[in-house]
């Protein structure tokens, strides 16, 4: 009953507005048209542009938004749905009269400010503006105008991330401020608060810009954003992880074209830009949630709150009851992030459109999918299909945050499971690597303790369909990083590196990690996502010019440059084969090798110089008797025997 009041009393409110409003206007225009008319002729044209302004004044007000915006000519899927939002839109019956497009359907749901229209683009169709009426009986006619744009994306020609790239993870807001014009938005709910580890800092798009020599530079051929859609939530909205507008970049971090410019110039300099997209959550500030659609449109939407169990085992697991996988599924990850119900077939087809949209609208390098395993499964496959099928070229990298392989090894495209499960992904992120690598580092050399633990796991590989095209990293923007992960060791750092560099897979570093960038004593993620030095006027640091900088930071800045601009010409760490050897006395070696090179690679994590015996590694050495040693930029003899520098990495390019 009081809900109903309110409704009467807001609807009674606008009414009254727009009839304000109508009448203020036709009595300004009465007034100019009556100065530069005579009085008889005023008449009708008062009334016309009166009719004009009241059109246009139902125009506005019926139709809020239509998804996608636009859309493309020469999709492999000929159909597009549109999701249109307006006042009673559901009583409105959209007619098009277009060559290039036929409606195919449309439908109203439970809540009347929705119509969903589905058009069917022709085989031949030209890029074009047209109308779609929509038609009250014969009381309204709304226009709105729909357009459709060539393609942007050449999906043969298309290039996406692979084991040659390394990819560079920044969060946007903590790298680098370059508009301070952008800094707090009227109308936006969170504004600076550069103070607090959780407050929104002001790093934006301009400011990576600003930055692209200098990623190129350290030999980064990609970059991996944090997500970049609006966040319009009060707290919390800089790491970019509840989406209030699918269709709509932050406007704290620039525009939509400010967006489509970064990743332009990005390959202009040979980097490609990957999106991360979250199609498990909404913000709980996502304009939809005001207003649902129906009442399946999120899960346990009129239900108590619900929290997800996180057991992704539970998916797999073929003796997991049913309430535990539904849990894991529909369970919000936590309460400002409603769990968007996939199953939905409607919401399913927004969210695959959506994906596809911003792959064609901004060329996308590749996407990453957060929690990857929470959505319903089945829609992951349509999803990851939907995208194989119009960009059979497109990488997607999965996160599964787990420490087993064999549970990562579910999701991948090509993996035969038991259950019949099967998808289109071809990537995920290499969890189970990351877990252990630190402690494999700082492990004593001890029966099943240490180095072993790093080469069982690769051993794990078998299970992979294709562990080529993991994604291999050392930390990520929600663990500790890698230089306090390993107590800020660095010549333990430098073996985490050198490990992942010349690995296989995709190589991923996070923003920082090239000049030891920790959180020492938290695991805050504030903290963990700390801005980078120099991306601030006024900075006492700067890491692009190193001012600033302690000796030790510029030295790890220096090596791991060198160490990825290294590994970027060296195809055989790309693509080549992998070989390793059960390490022995705190050592460990491993071989990349193709018809036309071998590098060696050794971990040897004792505290005094170590004499390794070469024999045992006949196999891949051949009779070659010289190497380079690529830290040392020199070349050594390779006898019987090599004397390892204490505690570090080596990588010897085997020679002749
Ligand atoms: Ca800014």
Known sequence: MKIIFKSVLLLGGRLFCMIANILEAKKILSSVVSVTNGSSKSFSLINYLFLLFLSNALNAQAINR??????????????????????????????????????????????????????????????????????????????KEYELKPRNVNPVKQTSFSSKDVIYLITPDRFANGNTQNDEITGLKEGLNRKEDFGRHGGDIQGIIDHLDYIKEMGFTAIWLNPILENDQPKWSYHGYSTTDYYKVDPRFGTNEDYLTLIKKAKEKGLGVIMDIIVNHCGDEHWWMKDLPTSDWVNYQDEPYQETNHRKFSLLDPYAAPSDRKV????????????????????????????IWWIEYANLYGIRQDTYSYPFREFMTEWTCAIANEYPNFNIVGEEWVNDASIIAYWQEGKQNKDGYTSCLPSLMDFPTTLLLAEALKEEEVWGKGLIRLYENLGKDFIYANPENLVIFPDNHDM?????????????????????????????????????????????????????????????????????????????????????????????????????????????????????????????????????????????????????????????????????????????????
């Open 480 to 656: 500790s990083r890698i230089f306090t992960q390993v107590n800020e060791d660095y010549d333990l750092y430098k073996m985490a590196l050198t490990y992942i560099l010349t690995m296989r897979g995709i190589p991923q570093i996070y923003y920082g990690t090239e000049i030891l960038m920790h959180n020492r004593g938290t695991e805050s993620h504030g903290v963990i996502r700390t801005d980078f030095p120099g991306g601030w006027q006024g900075d006492a640091q700067n890491t692009k010019t190193q001012k600033g900088l302690k000796t030790q930071q510029i030295e790890a800045q220096n090596w791991l440059k060198n160490l990825i601009n290294w590994r970027n010409n060296k195809t055989v760490i790309h693509t080549g084969k992998l070989m390793h050897y059960e390490p022995q006395k705190g050592v460990y070696v491993y071989f990349r090798y193709n018809e036309t090179e071998t590098v060696m690679v050794v971990l040897n994590k004792n505290n005094e110089p170590t004499e390794l015996n070469l024999d045992r590694f006949k196999l891949n050495l051949g009779n070659n008797k010289t190497a380079f040693d690529v830290f040392n930029q020199k070349e050594i003899e390779l006898n019987e025997s090599i004397i390892l520098p204490a505690k570090a990495p080596a990588i010897f390019e085997i020679l002749n």
């Open 328 to 355: 894991m599924t529909e369970g919000w990850f936590v309460p400002t992030m409603p769990d968007l119900n996939q199953r939905n077939e409607l919401m399913n087809t927004y969210l695959i459109q959506n994906s």
């Open 66 to 143: 239509v998804e996608p915006p636009f859309w493309y000519v020469g999709m492999n899927n000929p159909t597009v749905q549109l999701l249109v939002y307006g006042e009673n839109i559901g009583d409105f019956e959209p007619q098009i009269k277009n060559k290039n497009v036929t409606l195919e359907k449309y439908q109203s749901v439970e809540n009347n400010n929705y119509l969903f229209i589905d058009l069917i683009i022709k085989e031949n169709a030209k890029p074009c503006k047209f109308n779609i009426l929509f038609k009250n009986g014969n009381k309204t006619t709304i226009k």
